[in-house]
């Protein structure tokens, strides 16, 4: 932190949120010292950022959240972007916490899609949401990984600058009033990489903006501009869920269906992920049950023939019994099992929910993490990795490759 002047525990929390990157690392390095030393336990490789969407306001306060919940393994996962790499990196290093580096993109399964087969995605046959974990390199920006990641970002935001244009027609046609602009939905992310929830989001500040404006009660405004009677709860997370679900999801009348360019073929975001270096891993779904996911013995087979052998779970949105099904599937396998909590809506929640520290799940969760870090350290050395560049495991027998990468500690 610049100056001499002692700050309190809220100042600095506050500073972590600041726009000056050297600010929020000073800040954590600050209230890591005044915390101390703390036990370290459980494991969450699977977090977004604001640099896509989550509840929190920077890289840097997610950080801090891992230092006072005891985190002993954190994982950045934003979608499209690699942009807080650096600070994640950094603000790790102050924390003492084991960093994973990872990023995420939806895919599209052409043969499930032609099948009319829901997998990751309840109401989109054939979109699948996959993870490129431990990222080791980044690659150029004129590359054909880098590139596809670029196609992608360009067709959403299209999408996304005509669903706020729709909104600000909303707003005219029903409150006779100015709407969110795109340049306040760019704004709440700080390279731009906006997405759907963030058009909510704007929407959501403007409408109570709005209401403060007028002097009338933002349940008034929210159900005249939504045509619905909003929740009783007036809690952040279940408005932005009330106007998302009533102005932007298929059927209401801000929706716009994304174009062809939005999801690119498995195989290229496989390759994309290859080109970082990274284990390409499929997220699990997990609740509701897809017809694509009911069989997870049938979901791995087809996942193996697709050439991938992690996936990654956020087991708060999913049942013990169900995520007990999961887990001993892979196990069954040897495959490695991320666990998560996205942080990607405004609510925040703790980053070890209860199952990352269930003894069911734990003891898994802990040694496919260590299969993360070693890969990471290893690849990153330039030596073999957990997958190879040409996208097969470097050890054949899945038993000796997962017990070799989660070796890491022992």
């Known amino acids: 932190m610049s100056g001499s002047q002692q700050l309190s525990q809220s100042e600095l929390e506050a500073a972590l949120c600041g726009s000056s990157l050297e600010d929020r690392l000073g800040a954590l390095r600050e209230l890591c010292a005044q915390l101390g030393e703390r036990p370290r336990r459980g494991t969450n490789v699977h977090i977004h950022t604001n640099e896509s969407f989550s509840a929190f306001r920077s890289v840097t306060t997610a950080v801090w959240q891992a230092v006072r919940e005891g985190v002993a393994v954190l994982g950045i996962n934003d979608h499209y972007t690699v942009d807080g790499f650096e600070e994640f990196r950094r603000a790790c290093e102050i924390a003492g916490i084991a960093p994973v580096f990872s990023l995420e993109a939806v895919a599209m399964d052409r043969a499930a899609e032609a099948s009319d087969i829901l997998l990751g995605d309840p109401d989109n046959p054939g979109r699948v949401y996959l993870c490129g974990k431990g990222v080791t390199r980044i690659p150029p920006d004129s590359s054909a990984a880098m590139q596809s990641l670029a196609r992608m970002r360009a067709a959403l935001e299209r999408r996304n600058r005509e669903m706020t244009a729709k909104v600000a027609h909303i707003f005219q046609e029903r409150l006779g009033a100015e709407g969110p602009t795109w340049e306040a939905v760019r704004a709440l992310t700080p390279r731009g990489n906006a997405t759907e929830r963030h058009v909510a989001w704007a929407t959501l500040v403007r409408l109570r903006a709005l209401a403060a404006e007028r002097g009338a009660p933002l349940d008034e405004i929210l159900e005249r501009c939504c ?13 932005h869920i009330f106007v998302r679900s009533k102005l932007l999801k298929a059927g209401a009348p801000c929706y716009v269906r994304e174009s062809e360019e939005a999801f690119v073929s498995i195989e290229e975001l496989r390759e994309a992920f290859l080109a970082f270096g990274a284990i390409p891993s499929y997220v699990v779904l997990g609740n509701p049950i897809t017809s694509g996911e009911r069989d997870i013995e049938a979901l791995l087979d087809r996942l193996e023939a697709q050439g991938f052998y992690a996936i990654d779970v956020i087991p708060h949105r999913i049942t013990r019994e169900r995520l007990a099904e999961i887990v001993s599937a892979a196990r069954r396998r040897w495959w490695p099992v991320f666990n998560g909590t996205e942080h990607n809506t405004p609510e925040n929640q703790h980053l070890l929910d209860p199952f990352a520290l269930d003894p069911a799940f734990e003891p898994w969760f ?13 690849a990153g050395r330039g030596q073999q990795g957990f997958i190879g560049e040409n996208g097969r495991p470097t050890i054949p027998d899945a038993r000796a490759r997962f017990e070799y990468f989660s070796a890491v500690g022992r």
Do not use: C, G, M, Y
């Open 366 to 378: 802990r040694q496919s993490t260590a299969v993360l870090l070693r890969h990471q350290a290893l």
């Open 227 to 239: 045509a619905a009677a909003p929740p009783t709860a007036e809690d952040d997370a279940a408005l």
